[in-house]
T-cell receptor
Framework: GQNIDQPTEMTATEGAIVQINCTYQTSGFNGLFWYQQHAGEAPTFLSYNVLDGLEEKGRFSSFLSRSKGYSYLLLKELQMKDSASYLCAVRGSSGTYKYIFGTGTRLKVLA | NAGVTQTPKFRILKIGQSMTLQCTQDMNHNYMYWYRQDPGMGLKLIYYSVGAGITDKGEVPNGYNVSRSTTEDFPLRLELAAPSQTSVYFC????????????FGDGTRLSIL
C-alpha cells in the first residue's frame, strides 16, 4: 500500500530550530513537496525535492533520502507566524499526476 | 491575479440534497484536483483532471462526480448528500512539469445535516 507518516503535533520555542520528519512508502516516486497550512486557510507551497540532499530557502530547508523513503523540513529562527500545519506530499510514478498527502504536523510556536 | 477561485465558501445542506461546488482557475493550468480535508487530517484526493475532457478517480470518489469541459473550470457534484461528506473541500491546479507545485483555492466548508 501507499503511506506517508508524519508526527501529529510538535511544540517549539520562538527563535529555536525545529525538524519535521516525513517517511513515505509509495509505488514510484517523482518528487516530494512540503506545504504550509494555517488554520482555516488553504495550503501554500514551501519546497520541492526530487534528488537526494538538502534544498535551502531562507529560514526553511528540506532534505530528501530516496533510499530511506525519508524527508524532513527544517525551520530555523522560529517565529510565532510559523505556527501552522506542515503537510508532506509525494507525487507517484512518472506519468501519474496524483499526489499522496500525509496527515500533516501541527506546529505550535511558543513565546 | 485571481488564481484558483472556489464558490461557495460555506454551505449547509440537508441529507439527500444535491449541490455543485464550483472551481475555476485563470492560470491556464492543465491539471486540476479536488481534495477533501476532514478535521485534523491531511488531504484526500477525490478526483483529478489532466486536461479538458479527461477526468479520473482519486482515493475517495464515491458519492461525487466531476466534469472538465474547459481548461478553466472543474466543478464537483454531490448528488445525494450524506453526513459523511461534511468536510472542507479544496480545489487545486498545477501547470505541466514534475516540479510544479499545486495552487489551492480558499476552500468550501460544507456541512450536511
Amino acid at each position: 500500500g501507499q503511506n506517508i507518516d508524519q508526527p501529529t503535533e510538535m511544540t517549539a520555542t520562538e527563535g529555536a530550530i525545529v525538524q519535521i520528519n516525513c517517511t513515505y512508502q509509495t509505488s514510484g516516486f517523482n518528487g516530494l513537496f512540503w506545504y504550509q497550512q494555517h488554520a482555516g486557510e488553504a495550503p501554500t507551497f514551501l519546497s520541492y525535492n526530487v534528488l537526494d540532499g538538502l534544498e535551502e530557502k531562507g529560514r526553511f530547508s528540506s532534505f530528501l533520502s530516496r533510499s530511506k523513503g525519508y524527508s524532513y523540513l527544517l525551520l530555523k529562527e522560529l517565529q510565532m507566524k510559523d505556527s501552522a500545519s506542515y503537510l508532506c506530499a509525494v507525487r507517484g510514478s512518472s506519468g501519474t499526476y496524483k499526489y499522496i498527502f500525509g496527515t500533516g504536523t501541527r506546529l505550535k510556536v511558543l513565546a | 491575479n485571481a488564481g484558483v477561485t472556489q464558490t461557495p465558501k460555506f454551505r449547509i445542506l440537508k441529507i439527500g440534497q444535491s449541490m455543485t461546488l464550483q472551481c475555476t482557475q485563470d492560470m491556464n493550468h492543465n491539471y486540476m484536483y479536488w481534495y477533501r480535508q476532514d478535521p485534523g487530517m491531511g488531504l484526500k484526493l477525490i478526483y483529478y483532471s489532466v486536461g479538458a475532457g479527461i477526468t479520473d478517480k482519486g482515493e475517495v470518489p464515491n458519492g461525487y462526480n466531476v466534469s472538465r469541459s474547459t481548461t478553466e473550470d472543474f466543478p464537483l457534484r454531490l448528488e445525494l448528500a450524506a453526513p459523511s461528506q461534511t468536510s472542507v473541500y479544496f480545489c487545486a491546479s498545477s501547470p505541466l512539469g514534475v516540479n510544479q507545485p499545486q495552487h489551492f483555492g480558499d476552500g468550501t466548508r460544507l456541512s450536511i445535516l
